[in-house]
Nanobody
Framework: QVQLVESGGGLVQPGGSLRLSCAASGFTFRSYAMSWYRQPPGLERELVAAITSDGDRTNYADSVKGRFTISRDNSKNTVYLQMNSLKPEDTAVYYC??????????????WGQGTQVTVSS
């Protein structure tokens, strides 16, 4: 049974930091590209960051470049999203995604249940 379990979300003040984790099981983690998406209230889901299966390449949405860092540990079947200098507009539900194609959603992707990140004073 495939599982992607996100953790690390919560309430943080503007300028603060959070580290999201996504623990994967039930599939060959090292063979999948991993991504983080987010869905702000009332808006569409958007790609935040992506990393290749071997971790050699990453890509970020313009809105988070220089503030967020995606990484993975294939020995732990876990992907991370380090979020620094958080802004109120980063408030969203953050989803972990595993897919066979880097940066391109497919029908074969797996999704986590999401974790809420709220940036507010």
């Amino acid at each position: 049974q495939v599982q992607l379990v996100e953790s690390g979300g919560g309430l943080v003040q503007p300028g603060g930091s959070l580290r999201l984790s996504c623990a994967a099981s039930g599939f060959t983690f090292r063979s999948y590209a991993m991504s983080w998406y987010r869905q702000p209230p009332g808006l569409e889901r958007e790609l935040v960051a992506a990393i290749t299966s071997d971790g050699d390449r990453t890509n970020y949405a313009d809105s988070v470049k220089g503030r967020f860092t995606i990484s993975r540990d294939n020995s732990k079947n876990t992907v991370y999203l380090q979020m620094n200098s958080l802004k109120p507009e980063d408030t969203a539900v953050y989803y972990c995604n595993a897919g066979p194609v880097y940066q391109i959603p497919t029908a074969y992707d797996y999704w986590g249940q999401g974790t809420q990140v709220t940036v507010s004073s």
